[in-house]
C-alpha cells in the first residue's frame, strides 16, 4: 500500500476495495497464526503446546497479534479518507476479530513472554 496506489484508487472511486483486499490479507494472516492462540479461538480438537515448544507457541502468538495490529493501522489510515471507505459489510467483522486478537495480546499474553 503506497500513497500512489491510495491516490489511484481514490480517483478512480476503488479506494474501499484496496483497503479491503489489505484488511482481508492481514486478518488472513491473523486466522493462519491463531494456533498459537487457542484460547481466543475456539477449536473443535484442543490444542495443547508442550513446555518444549514454547518458543513456537510464543512466536505464533506475536505473529497473529502483529497482523491484528496490521489491521488496526489500516483501518486508521482508511478513516482518514473517510468513513465511507468502510462502507463494506466485510470490515465490521474483520475489524471485531482482530480487535479480539489485539486485547487478548496486551491482556494475557505480553506479561508473560520476554520481549
Known sequence: ??????????????LGSLFLIWCTNYQTLVD????GVPQLFKFQIAVQFPPEQSSFASHYQKTCAQHAFQVASTI???MIHGTNILADTCMETIAYDSLRAILYYTTQLIDTQST
Open 1 to 14: 500500500m503506497t500513497s500512489t496506489a491510495i491516490y489511484a484508487q481514490k480517483q478512480s472511486g476503488e
Open 76 to 78: 486508521a489510515e482508511a
Open 32 to 35: 493462519l497464526y491463531r494456533i
